[in-house]
């Protein structure tokens, strides 16, 4: 089932957020005991705060939230791989007569 509006989370969709906690420690510990995906390496800013993206499905982000932490959702990470499938074509590009199409270089030869 598709949500009729884009990037509106279905109950299973995984969600990029940004997890932003007021020490290394605060956020250490956070992700020892809730342990989401992460993406990347955490970032300091210069107040001292430390920032990583994580990927959670929507019923686990309250987990996250707690006194030092913000929570900020980024983006439906599953909305958007949903979209770039849906560029996928179909059918075998390589099949007898058929002529490739897409980002490429034709080379001689």
């Known amino acids: 089932m598709m949500s009729?509006?884009?990037n509106e989370p279905l109950?299973?969709?995984?969600?990029?957020?940004r997890v932003t906690a007021r020490d290394a420690d605060t956020l250490r510990a956070l992700l020892r005991e809730v342990r989401p995906d992460r993406g990347g390496s955490p970032s300091i800013a210069p107040d001292g705060s430390v920032g990583i993206d994580a990927?959670?499905?929507?019923?686990?982000?309250?987990?996250?939230e707690r006194e030092g932490v913000t929570v900020?959702?980024?983006?439906?990470?599953?909305?958007?791989?949903?979209a770039a499938q849906a560029e996928?074509?179909?059918?075998n590009r390589f099949a007898e007569g058929?002529?490739?199409r897409g980002l490429a270089a034709k080379l001689p030869g």
Do not use: H
């Open 98 to 100: 058929a002529v490739p």
């Open 11 to 17: 109950p299973d969709d995984i969600l990029r957020v």
């Open 55 to 64: 990927y959670v499905p929507e019923e686990r982000i309250p987990a996250l």
């Open 88 to 91: 996928v074509g179909t059918g």
């Open 72 to 82: 900020v959702r980024i983006a439906n990470a599953s909305a958007k791989g949903r």
């Open 4 to 6: 009729a509006v884009p």
